[in-house]
């Protein structure tokens, strides 16, 4: 074949691949939007839900979800940034951290609805925490370890060693090279990481729903141990469990959620961006 | 003539290879000592033993004795060693900030907060790798944005910076056109009056050109070693001579 024309059949062929990945994003989003914005009040964003949940607002599911994802990301980033700089400025290749990095990989196969049998088991029976946030936010950072850890990892291995031979040779300490040579090039990645956790941690149903995740709760949490609303359960309650829900109020809770993701998103992404523009290479 | 390095039957391998056998050697203080000799012949192993950042690499051992100013350096924390051993690299290797903070780099991590004295050390620094007056102005400008010789000065700059004794330079002019070349080599010869320097080159006239002694390294051992005038001009060793007169493989 005439190799220019080899070259247009690829190329049509590599857009339609892109394609196929935006189109059904934009029909989701499309669809939610178009079902979910008349159900977007003031009131449904501020009120208890009544009615059985046919009627009113999911403010206390909004509560419920913000502090539990805020809880795990903050829980887990820090954890899983710093085993992906010990695996990977520190640690040497031998047969303990080999076993590490294939337990890794193996949690993260791991099916989200086990780690709910594994928060209830630990979290909330083993340890009394209860049927609360914190229990929720446990199991869902545990889940979230190998995600955030893999992406730090490849963040911190795309910094040039040359950059940390450079720093090394001018007498600077490990520790210190990792702090201000291989930490700041490695952030816009580590964000990326923190992002997609975020995104996942937020949707996730199965994990809390032994570990955190309540019905119908009449008041607002009060503390860490309190049982409360999620999106994404009340989401599945609302479809699935009561009859006669309005069509608009699930898809406006979804629409919700999706905007509590973007904006808990927004302030990695930002991070993100400030780091690249700062990084001079 | 002061003995600053001192390798004693120094063997260096990586695993199975051994690229460094039997070395006995010594750099005098305040000289510029050029090593040349073919790709895999040790020079740069050699380099990198010195301020031990070889130790980073899987499967790296040394046996015998190197010492500087008579200290066991296998016995001093590499941070403290490496304080002392500055070195540059074969690409210029700028770190992804501005001019002045690469030079301010290394003085900051090791303590020093006052800003004066900072701007001060940077100035001297600079000066003294001669890339002062072309980035007087430029010194907020990120170092990614200068020239390929420049750049290899102010590696030069950050190395001095931290006001070693010794400075190895490892090929440091091999990507660099002629100009930046004399430039970089004029800075040496400068330098030498207050450093000790250890210049592994590809570039056998550079060695004659700025080396006071020069070594043939071949396949990891050290074939001969004399005064540059000597060696260039009647070198003992068939080898050297081959390897020097362009006719070694």
């Known amino acids: ?281 | 003539m002061v003995d600053k390095i001192v390798a004693t039957t120094l063997n260096c391998s990586y695993g199975k290879v051994h690229s460094i056998k039997q070395l006995n050697l010594t750099v005098f203080q305040n000289e510029i000592l050029g090593i040349i000799g073919p790709a895999n012949s040790g020079k740069t192993t050699f380099l990198r033993t010195i301020n031990r950042l070889n130790d980073m690499l899987p499967g790296f051992s040394a046996t015998g004795t190197l010492t500087i100013d008579g200290a066991d350096i296998f016995a001093m924390d590499p941070e403290a060693l490496r304080r002392k051993v500055g070195m540059v690299f074969a690409l210029p290797l700028p770190l992804p900030m501005t001019v002045y903070d690469n030079v301010a780099y290394g003085p900051r991590r090791h303590g020093i907060t006052d800003k004066k004295e900072i701007a001060e050390i940077v100035e001297r620094a600079l000066c003294a790798s001669s890339l002062w007056e072309e980035v007087k102005d430029r010194l907020n400008e990120s170092a990614m944005k200068l020239s390929g010789g420049q750049q290899q000065r102010l590696c030069i700059a950050r190395t001095l910076a931290v006001e070693p004794d010794i400075i190895l330079y490892d090929e440091p002019c091999s990507g660099l056109d002629p100009i930046s070349t004399a430039k970089v080599e004029e800075a040496m010869v400068e330098l030498k009056k207050k450093y000790t320097i250890v210049l592994v080159t590809n570039n056998v006239k550079q060695a004659s050109r700025v080396s006071d002694r020069t070594a043939f390294f071949l396949m990891g051992e050290l074939i001969e070693i004399d005064q540059t005038a000597k060696l260039f001009v009647s070198p003992k060793d068939k080898r050297t001579e081959d390897y020097i007169t362009g006719r070694f493989g």
């Open chain 1, 1 to 281: 074949m005439n190799p220019k024309l080899a070259q247009k059949i690829a190329f049509v062929f590599l857009l339609i691949a892109t394609l196929c990945v935006i189109v059904p994003v934009l029909i989701i989003l499309f669809i939610i939007v178009k079902q979910g914005y008349s159900a977007i009040t003031w009131e449904f964003l501020t009120t208890m839900p009544r009615d059985g949940m046919r009627a009113g607002g999911i403010f206390p599911a909004i509560v419920g979800t913000l502090s539990i994802v805020l809880t795990a990301i903050s829980i887990t980033l820090p954890i899983g940034v710093g085993a992906a700089i010990y695996l990977n400025e520190y640690a040497g290749d031998n047969a303990l951290t080999r076993i590490i990095k294939l337990s890794i990989v193996n949690l993260a196969g791991v099916p989200s609805v086990v780690y709910g049998l594994f928060g209830l088991g630990l979290f909330v029976i083993f340890l009394n925490l209860g049927v609360s946030i914190l229990a929720g936010a446990l199991t869902l950072s545990i889940m979230e370890l190998p995600v955030i850890i893999t992406t730090a990892r490849g963040a911190l291995s795309s910094v040039p060693q040359s950059f940390r031979e450079a720093s090394l040779s001018l007498g600077v300490s490990r520790w210190q090279t990792t702090r201000y040579v291989v930490l700041p090039n490695a952030l816009p990645g580590i964000m990326t990481g923190a992002i997609l956790s975020i995104a996942r941690i937020s949707g996730e149903t199965a994990p809390i729903l032994f570990t955190a995740a309540a019905f119908y709760v009449p008041h607002l949490p009060r503390s860490m141990f309190d049982q409360v609303m999620a999106l994404p359960y009340h989401l599945y309650i609302m479809s699935t469990q009561i009859p006669n829900v309005p069509k608009n109020l699930t898809f406006g809770t979804a629409l919700v959620l999706l905007m509590l993701v973007l904006a808990m998103s927004l302030v990695a992404i930002v991070t993100r961006v400030y780091f690249r523009k700062r990084r001079k290479w």
